[in-house]
């Protein structure tokens, strides 16, 4: 019998420093490879840092829409910069979100002849210093701090696997060489009259190692699908980020660790919108994960037995990883699906394979 689940689990950050590590390595062992998501309380990010990108998120949202569109993403090969409302797609469908997407700070290397996704990493754009004073140096402090976890949360998650703490460091590269995505998402509510659906962001999966999200504002609408494919609210939760695994580290488990589908819902009429910052761990671009052996312990691959097969689930399924492709291509084709415009501006060979007809007709889900 499959082992399923009807609620996401919560894990304290400060059971690591209270003498009950133990304690939180179980449970971290039972949401990697049965759940796929979790809550962790009490994170080790700074409240002065959280407060102030708070104050910041509907601050930057009430930009001009001139302003917003000198940074459109558009103009970026890195895929980051603006997006307006229902410029991206899952699976086809429009997604009703605003957003900006940023990252870790990262100097292009990629020369001609070298592989297109090394074009994906590179500066982020900002808006203007005069425009939101101390955004960009709060955003900065909060990546930051977000991917010190992250990687203090790989070395937790391999001891929970039963792994060596280091053993997922084979699959990133020096951190000089090293470039993690971030995003600011502003859902409204259905009162927008540009609304087409209540898609907030159709079924997915992320595509990388692990994701951080912060829910930055007290609305529902996350939702995770659990193994016989109902929907499982995972609303916010104060002092929390909610953690799941991407496909990337699913795959490079072979299965053990468990991507799990996840969409999120329109906020209701009569609400405000909702506002949320993930924070994506990326892996090394060059890394075939499928290529790399990791050996778990008996007991431990015993539990992906225990925990069953999963029904079949309407997402995107980044099955690149599985065919053997480097991981920067996986993420490139992910990216070029979710925006077909910019892929057709800065990866038109790529684009065409995926788009043969050229751009793509939005549908509307739900």
């Not at 049965?34 to 930057?60: A, H």
């Not at 924070?279 to 069953?308: D, M, W």
């Not at 077909?340 to 549908?363: A, C, M, R, S, W």
Request: with cysteine; net charge negative; proline share 8%.
């Amino acid at each position: 019998m499959a082992a399923n689940f009807d609620s996401v689990p919560i894990l304290d950050y400060n059971l690591l420093h209270s003498g009950h590590k133990q304690q939180f390595i179980l449970k971290l062992r039972n949401a990697s490879i049965n759940v796929g998501f979790l809550y962790l309380k009490n994170p080790p990010v700074e409240k002065e840092v959280l407060d102030s990108l708070l104050s910041y998120i509907p601050r930057l949202f009430e930009l001009s829409q001139e302003k917003k569109d000198a940074i459109a993403m558009i103009n970026s090969p890195h895929f980051l910069g603006y997006s307006k409302l229902g410029n991206e797609l899952t699976k086809g469908a429009t997604d009703q979100r605003e957003q900006f997407d940023f990252a870790t700070q990262f100097e292009c290397k990629w020369k001609p002849g070298e592989p297109e996704y090394k074009r994906m990493w590179g500066n982020a754009q900002w808006p203007e210093e005069k425009d939101i004073p101390g955004f960009k140096a709060t955003m900065l402090s909060y990546l930051s701090q977000v991917h010190a976890l992250s990687v203090e949360f790989t070395h937790l998650l391999s001891e929970a696997l039963g792994l060596p703490t280091g053993a997922l460091n084979q699959f990133y590269d020096s951190p000089e060489n090293m470039q993690h995505w971030s995003k600011i998402v502003k859902y409204p509510s259905l009162d927008d009259p540009k609304l087409n659906s209540n898609q907030g962001v159709g079924p997915h999966f992320d595509s990388g190692f692990l994701t951080f999200l912060l829910q930055a504002s007290q609305h529902p609408g996350l939702q995770v699908q659990n193994l016989s494919g109902q929907w499982i609210d995972a609303p916010p939760i104060p002092d929390t980020f909610v953690i799941n695994i991407g496909k990337g580290l699913e795959a490079a488990t072979k299965g053990l660790a468990k991507a799990t589908s996840h969409r999120v819902l329109s906020p209701p009429r009569g609400s405000t919108p909702r506002y949320s910052v993930p924070f994506f761990q990326n892996i090394a671009q060059s890394v075939r994960v499928t290529e790399h052996h990791l050996e778990f312990p008996p007991e431990i691959l015993a539990l992906k037995e225990t925990r069953g097969n999963a029904a079949e689930m309407d997402s995107i399924n980044f099955s690149e990883y599985d065919r053997g492709e480097a991981s920067g291509q996986a993420n490139l084709i992910g990216r070029v699906k979710s925006h077909p415009d910019v892929g057709q501006k800065h990866y038109p060979e790529l684009f065409k394979q995926i788009f043969p007809q050229g751009l793509p007709t939005p549908t509307t889900m739900f």
